[in-house]
Structures are given as structure tokens and as C-alpha cells.
């Protein structure tokens, strides 16, 4: 067993009956889902499940987890997802996977969020290994560009892995990678990034995190908010 693998089973365990649980996107939450999907189906684990992206839906789908629209949902007991990078005080990064909005949406409507990493993922501050991405409108990408660079920032259109085109979200957006020279505080730039006129969503995830579950050496290591 992986560490991906570890960490998923070890989040999946502590899922009770009954319960709403949001799935995250990525190779680390399809772990998540599918011991997830073992617990349903092995012990008759009787939950609800709402997906982050079309990615996680189809994989829940498959393998024969109940799904709810985002539309159906009040709130919802936990979302388990992965991150890019998690800060000493659990502030995250996400976004490598440009799903912002419903992962932001997911994670603020959630009783938990829980966060499996590797130790990899550590990092002294936000921003220290992956630039910021900042979704936006795509007409006004220029004039967010423009605003990134007035606090520090310098901002590229992310384009298609083959670099034949840009990046578009699930949402319909463009994506700025920006990158800040000078550390900053991210619960400051999260202020003033939400306060950018044509920024749909962004990739600092502030104040949401409950848990960050750690595999290492072959055992779990938690950290609670």
C-alpha cells in the first residue's frame, strides 16, 4: 500500500453513517473514493456523496457511490481532498487541477475538510513552490492581470499542457498563474485577492481547513485546527 493509499483508508474509516461527504479531484481524493466505495459496499456504509468536478463524479459513479447535486445541498458533513501545498497554520493552495469554485464552495459549506497529504506538500509559506492561481472572468483577465501586478504580482494565462491553447475551468473561466517575489501573508492576499473586481475564485484556502491527514514511513500522522 501507498502513501496515497494509506491516507485515503485512514480518512475513509473515520466516515459514520449517514453522513454527507464531498469528494475532492485528483489521484489522492480518487484513492479517498474509492476506499470510500469498499466501505459502502463491503459494510453496507450508508452515505451521500457530492463531487467537486465532473472527474470525481464519473469515478463515484462507477463505482456505485449515491451522488447529490451541488443544487441539493444545504450543507454537508465533511469534504476530503488533497492540496498542492499546506502552510504550518493549515492554510492551503489548491488549483493545480483548476476546479476553484466548487472545491471552495465545497469546503466552506462542510461541517470538515479534511486535507490528505504527503509530506511533500509541507511548506514554510503559500506560494513557496507553485505560483497562485486566480481564476477569472475572461474578459477581464487583462485588467486582473494589471491589479496582480499593482500588489507584487506577475500573472500568466495558463495554457494547455500541449500549449496549443489556454486552460478553461469547469466554470467557464481563465487562469493566472501569479507568482510574488516577496513572501507574503496569505491571509492578507486572500483579503485582497477576493477584493479584485473580475476574480471569479482563487487558490488560497484560508480559515477552511479541520484536519490535515499526513502519511508517513507507513502510518498517518494528524493535525487538527
Request: aromatic content about 6%; charged content about 25%.
Amino acid at each position: 500500500m501507498n502513501d496515497k493509499e494509506l491516507v485515503a483508508q485512514h480518512a475513509a474509516r473515520k466516515i459514520e453513517d449517514g453522513m454527507i461527504v464531498g469528494l475532492g479531484t485528483g489521484s489522492t481524493a480518487n484513492c479517498f473514493i474509492e476506499a470510500l466505495a469498499q466501505r459502502h459496499h463491503q459494510e453496507g456504509l450508508k452515505v451521500q456523496t457530492v463531487s467537486s468536478s465532473v472527474v470525481s463524479a464519473i469515478k463515484a459513479r462507477e463505482l456505485g457511490l449515491p451522488l447529490l447535486a451541488v443544487e441539493q445541498l444545504k450543507g454537508l458533513d465533511v469534504y476530503v481532498d488533497g492540496a498542492d501545498e499546506v502552510a504550518p497554520d493549515m492554510t492551503l493552495l489548491k488549483g493545480r487541477g483548476f476546479d476553484l469554485v466548487r472545491e471552495k464552495l465545497l469546503a466552506g459549506a462542510s461541517r470538515e475538510f479534511w486535507v490528505l497529504i504527503n509530506p511533500g506538500k509541507r511548506v514554510g509559506r503559500i506560494g513557496e513552490r507553485f505560483p497562485i492561481p486566480v481564476e477569472v472572468m475572461p474578459f477581464a483577465w487583462q485588467l486582473v492581470k494589471e491589479s496582480l501586478a499593482a500588489i507584487g504580482g506577475k500573472a500568466e494565462l495558463r495554457q494547455t499542457e500541449n500549449k496549443d491553447g489556454l486552460v478553461v475551468t469547469s466554470h467557464g473561466s481563465l487562469v493566472l498563474d501569479t507568482a510574488f517575489a516577496e513572501a507574503f501573508d496569505s491571509h492578507t492576499l486572500d483579503t485582497v485577492l477576493n477584493g479584485i473586481p473580475g476574480v471569479v475564485e482563487h487558490g488560497i484556502f484560508s480559515h477552511l481547513t479541520s484536519a490535515v491527514f499526513c502519511a508517513r514511513d507507513g502510518r498517518v500522522e494528524e493535525q487538527s485546527a
